[in-house]
């Protein structure tokens, strides 16, 4: 018996070894995965909260009735196309009034956006009494002049590698000593669609249509695939059939995105004829990519409700239908609607299938209709890496985080939607 | 014994593939009485109950030989609907599966999908009398909106029952209905089996003997897919014919 012990003794010794090596192995992989997403974050954050914010310059703006309305007419027509470009330089002369060269006025025209022109041009056609008169206003900063602003280091590069010359730089410094710059919150990134100058370009055109694409996807893909996923696990027959279908659609939740995409490309814009870069198109696609998954998810659901409550129900006299749609149904909607959301959230993060529908367009406006051209979020974000202008750099990583922001709150929210729905039995 | 004979079953055999699970089993049932089958496990005693209200149905596999008669009609004759069968054959299960929702909603769906009520308040009647005569009604009475999965094992037995009973079925099955109930559930479960025996043919598989003798009037000894023997309950366990009921009632086998 004793000699017995000690064997256990033995092994016991070696079973508990390889037990804290297991957890030791554990733990290096949670710590190296935790290490990984805050580098990740870390990178993204830091890069991208630089463009929620951006630079405006303080200028006394003269509106020289000269050069906006020199026959005094007031008419609003010939306003709105006078060159404001001039009027902008000229006040910025004024700052600096020993700048005369033709070229060193260009360089300094160059710290404002080229769409503060027409914002003005727009003011005056409202307020006519400032023609003649001057104003202070903040006018938006250029990009160039808003990534040196957000980055000093820049400014001990050398010229060459520095986006703006030593003389701008001067004058850069001689407008934050007077106190003449501010950092204020980036609207344009909030509210406007793509645009060539890293400055105007915005989010918004993409959210919308990101948001319209998944709307036509869930419309489409939610009551097909929960049809199919009840039909397939509780109504249908079990044959060869069946079992074909059953491999096929599982098959499917697997085969690359840009695969539907081309399917996308080849049935609903060439056969079809549907608009090219629409959302209805890019919700057609994508809502085919998602239907394996939530018709996988709904019947994995259907499964894990227990027998019990089926006999219950087919016990009192219920038909097949009646226990499913009464009982079964309700107990497996939280793992339909989780199964949902994430394949929802899977479309929203794809881009693949929507290049192949020419969703990566460049687009100017938020689209308003399902009809519209449009992009999407992750495929904007891909257009803005691809762009070589330096402050496209921070809009992609703050593009990177309003996908992150949106996929953490789907997820979230089939979270929640879980947990409210589940019942104990 | 000189009953009606509410159901009789001749040379019924039951197969899950290719396996027999029942053998010739020829039985007649004692209308508004209580029949008990007893059998180790794996002896056929559910199949057996399950062929009653064709339950079985929903096994793809399983396949019935033979002839079940309630009532002069054959159940798996084509022109039997198993759904209208089930409303007359009620059933009660091992393990108490009330619907993850109110107790009223439990009792109340079989006669609303069943349109055995015409209004609100014949509904409510309904309901309240099958909880009465399930014995059940004093207890939740004031929390018959909670749901009833929050009832005991025991209340959740009865409430099972009490469904059972709302769709009015001339007959009720009951598959090991105390197996997963302390003694004191048990006794009285087997309490409400005695009063329902006055109005309800009943037919129960249980492990216990001592509840077969408590409960039932006629007792089914099955063993290993064949029905070895069937009388009345007091005989079967005072003097069995057959030397394989001695052997299980002394607990040599099972």
């Given amino acids: 018996m004793n000699s017995n012990l000690d064997k256990v003794k033995l092994s016991l010794i070696k079973r508990k070894r390889e037990e804290a090596l297991f957890r030791f192995y554990g733990l290096v992989g949670i710590i190296s995965a935790i290490l990984f997403l805050i580098i990740i974050l870390y990178s993204v954050i830091s890069q991208g909260q630089k463009a929620f914010f951006t630079t405006f310059i303080k200028v006394d703006v003269y509106f020289d009735s000269e050069i906006i309305d020199p026959e005094n007419k007031r008419n609003s027509e010939d306003i709105q196309f006078a060159d404001f470009g001039t009027i902008i330089s000229e006040s910025l002369k004024r700052k600096f009034p020993h700048i005369s060269d033709k070229s060193d006025v260009r360089e300094l025209a160059s710290f404002i956006s080229t769409s503060e022109a027409d914002n003005l041009a727009e003011f005056i056609v409202k307020n006519k009494n400032y023609i003649g008169e001057s104003k202070i206003m903040w006018l938006l900063a250029s990009s160039t002049i808003d990534v040196i602003v957000k980055n000093p280091e820049m400014e001990k590069l050398i010229e060459e590698d520095r986006l703006i010359s030593d003389k701008q730089l001067d004058w850069l410094n001689q407008i934050k000593s007077n106190n003449e710059l501010k950092r204020e919150l980036n609207k344009n990134f909030f509210t406007k669609a793509d645009s060539t100058e890293p400055e105007q370009a915005g989010i918004w055109g993409s959210l919308v249509g990101s948001f319209l694409t998944l709307i036509i996807t869930l419309i489409l893909s939610f009551p097909v695939a929960v049809a199919a996923g009840v039909f397939l696990e509780e109504l249908a027959p079990k044959n060869k059939f069946t079992e074909f ?26 056969i079809m004829h549907l608009p090219r870069s629409a959302p209805i198109v890019g919700g057609m ?21 227990p027998p ?9 006299g219920a038909t097949k239908f009646q226990s499913v749609i009464d009982h079964v149904l309700p107990l497996a909607i939280p793992g339909i609607m989780t199964g949902t959301i994430i394949g929802m959230s899977r479309a929203l993060g794809e881009s693949a299938p929507l290049l192949m529908i020419g969703m990566v367009a460049f687009i100017v406006d938020a689209p308003g209709s399902f009809l519209d051209s449009s992009t999407a979020l992750p495929v904007q974000i891909y257009l803005w890496k691809s762009t070589a202008a330096r402050g496209f750099v921070e809009l992609t990583a703050a593009g990177v985080i309003v996908l992150l922001a949106f996929l953490i709150l789907m997820n979230g929210l089939a979270v929640f939607l879980r947990q409210k729905f589940e019942k104990k039995w | ?26 039985l007649e049932i004692p209308e508004k009485k209580v029949t008990s089958l007893i059998g180790p496990s794996g002896c056929g005693k559910s199949t057996f109950i399950r062929c ?19 009532d002069n009609e054959d159940i798996y004759a084509n022109e039997i609907d198993p759904v209208l069968l089930r409303a007359k054959v009620g059933m009660v299960f091992q393990k108490p599966n009330p619907f993850p929702k109110s107790i009223f909603e439990n009792v109340a769906y079989g006669p609303r999908i069943h349109g055995l009520a015409k209004s609100n308040d014949e509904l409510d009647e ?20 909670e749901p009833g999965t929050s009832l005991s094992g025991g209340q959740q037995q009865r409430l099972c029952i009490a469904r059972t009973i709302a769709i009015s079925p001339q007959i009720i099955l009951m598959d090991e209905p105390c197996s997963a109930l302390d003694p004191i559930a048990t006794a009285v479960i087997e309490e409400l089996i005695d009063e329902l025996a006055k109005n309800y043919t009943i037919v129960i598989v249980t492990h216990s003997m001592q509840q077969a003798a408590r409960v039932s009037q006629q007792t089914a000894f099955f063993h290993m897919g064949n ?10 366990f005072s003097t069995p014919s057959q030397k394989k009921t001695q052997d299980y009632i002394t607990g040599k086998i099972g």
Avoid at chain 2, 9 to 14: F, G, M, P
Avoid at chain 2, 227 to 236: A, K, N, P, S, Y
């Fill in chain 1, 245 to 270: 279908l059953e491999v096929n659609i599982n098959n499917l939740a697997a085969v690359p995105s840009i695969i539907f995409g081309l399917l996308g490309l080849a049935i609903f814009l060439n």
């Fill in chain 1, 285 to 305: 696609v994508l809502a085919l990519m998602t239907l394996p998954t939530i018709i996988i998810a709904t019947r994995s659901s259907l499964k894990s409700v």
């Fill in chain 1, 308 to 316: 019990s409550i089926r006999e219950a129900a087919i016990g009192l």
């Fill in chain 2, 1 to 26: 014994m000189g009953e009606n004979i509410k159901i009789s079953t001749k040379k019924v055999n039951v197969f899950y593939g290719d396996k027999k699970a029942l053998e010739n089993i020829s």
């Fill in chain 2, 52 to 70: 009653l209200n064709r339950m079985n149905d929903t096994i793809d596999i399983c396949r019935i030989e033979g002839k079940i008669i309630i």
């Fill in chain 2, 126 to 145: 309904l309901v309240t009398n099958s909880l009465i005569k399930a014995g059940l009604f004093e207890e939740i009475k004031d929390r018959i909106h």
């Fill in chain 2, 227 to 236: 029905l070895i023997e069937v009388g009345r309950t007091d005989q079967i």
